[in-house]
Structure formats: C-alpha cells, structure tokens
C-alpha cells in the first residue's frame, strides 16, 4: 500500500488531454514540494516535473503539474503515442522523515 | 554526462547476502545526497536507502532496516548496497539514484534527479 493514491490506469486518445491525480496527507503532499516521474517500458524513471510544476531541460511543455491542499495532478495536453508510460508521484514524507511514492499510474494511449 | 551505472545484482537464496554497487561519473559525486530505490516485478517504486554526501548521515526503509547498508566511496564515485538477511519480497530492480535538496520559497526540498539503469536482484530457493 503506497503513501500517495494515483489511479491505477489512465487512457486517452492521440492529441486528447489527460490528467492523473495523486492524493496525500498533510505530512506528505501538505507540506513539501510534489514530483512526476515518467517510466517508459522496460527502462528507469525519468524526472518529469520537480518542485510541483517545474519542467527539466527537455522535457515538453505538453506536461505540466499543479497542487492544491493534499492532492497534485499531472496534465498531459496533445497526448502522443510516445507518451504510453507509467507515471508515479513523490513527495518528502515528514512523518518517515523519507521520500514516498504512488503506486503509479499506467496511461495507455489508445 | 551524468551516469549512474548499478552492478551485483544476481540469484541468491532466501537469507543470503548480496552486494550492489553503482559508478557515478559526470559530475561530483562527493557533493551529492544518493539513495537506493527498488522495485518489484510489477510494482511501484519504493525508497530503500539514503546516505548524505559525506556519509554521516545514513537512513534505511522499516522494510530493510537492521539488514540492508548503505555506503559510499567518495575517492572511488562509488555507491553501494550490503544487503544480509534477503527474503522473498527482496527481489526488485534495485535503482541507485542521485538527489537534490535545498530551499526554495523558503520551503526544503528533497528528491531524485538522476537515475541508473538499475540492478535486478532474485531471492529465490
């Protein structure tokens, strides 16, 4: 069981938008900075969006990323086949005084 | 370029130890936080370990702790994994990755950059 709630499985249709949620508690999502990490098949994590919804050099602005309260979302805007990945949250936990995860969320472009 | 590249990984039965290393190169790996991330066949990612630059500062998972080590080579730009006592739910992509930390709107931050290809450990009889 992950500390951050994300969907299971999202989907949509080439150019369509699509945004995943995450859902914490105030000792995690609350209170520190919330990021995205896109994970293609069969390779490592990649960071997509850091300190809520800053994007690395390279990384599309076809991504970007929100919070409000406890909760942060992660919209995909042009959605392109290139994009069918797992994409999991993470956030500093306060309380375990460590990183935590989602359970990652596997968008499917039909 | 930066590069993280795991090594050690392989088959070990349950209560067996194991030895996971990473090279870093690419930058300067004694000003960096690193940590170890794994992840099952088919699940999420989970945070194992943490060890600060200079190696004074080290925290392990509930999951692991009493049984996994980290430690680092700052002469070497090397990362490394004891891992004793390996059980079933041990057997994971083991991920070394590099983290950032700071302020920024007077706010801490904390998280993982920079990623390797990763290690795959078995436990298994």
């Known amino acids: 069981q992950s500390v951050l709630t994300q969907p299971p499985s999202a989907s949509g249709t080439p150019g369509q938008r699509v945004t995943i949620s995450c859902s914490g508690s105030?000792?995690?999502?609350?209170?520190?900075?919330v990021y995205w990490y896109q994970q293609l098949p069969g390779t490592a994590p990649k960071l997509l969006i850091y300190r809520n919804n800053h994007r690395p050099s390279g990384v599309p602005d076809r991504f970007s990323g929100s919070k409000s309260g406890t909760s942060a979302s992660l919209a995909i805007r042009g959605l392109r086949s290139e994009d069918e990945a797992d994409y999991y949250c993470a956030t500093w936990d306060d309380s375990l005084s460590g990183p935590v995860f989602g359970g990652g969320t596997k968008l499917t472009v039909l | 370029e930066v590069q993280l590249v795991e090594s050690g990984g392989g088959l070990v039965h349950p209560g067996g130890s194991l030895r996971l290393s990473c090279a870093a190169s690419g930058f300067t790996f004694s000003n960096y936080e690193m940590n170890w991330v794994r992840q099952a066949p088919g699940k999420g990612l989970e945070w194992v370990a943490y060890i600060s630059a200079s190696a004074t500062t080290l925290y392990n998972a509930d999951s692991v702790k009493g049984r996994f080590t980290v430690s680092r080579d700052n002469a070497k730009n090397s990362l490394y994994l004891q891992m004793n006592s390996l059980r079933v739910d041990d057997t994971a992509v083991y991920y070394c990755?590099?983290?950032?930390?700071?302020?920024?709107?007077?706010?801490?931050?904390?998280?993982?950059?920079?990623w390797g290809k990763g290690t795959t450990v078995i436990v298994s009889s």
């Open positions: 990755a590099r983290a950032l930390s700071g302020f920024a709107d007077s706010n801490y931050y904390y998280y993982v950059d920079v």
């Open positions: 105030s000792s995690n999502i609350g209170s520190n900075f």
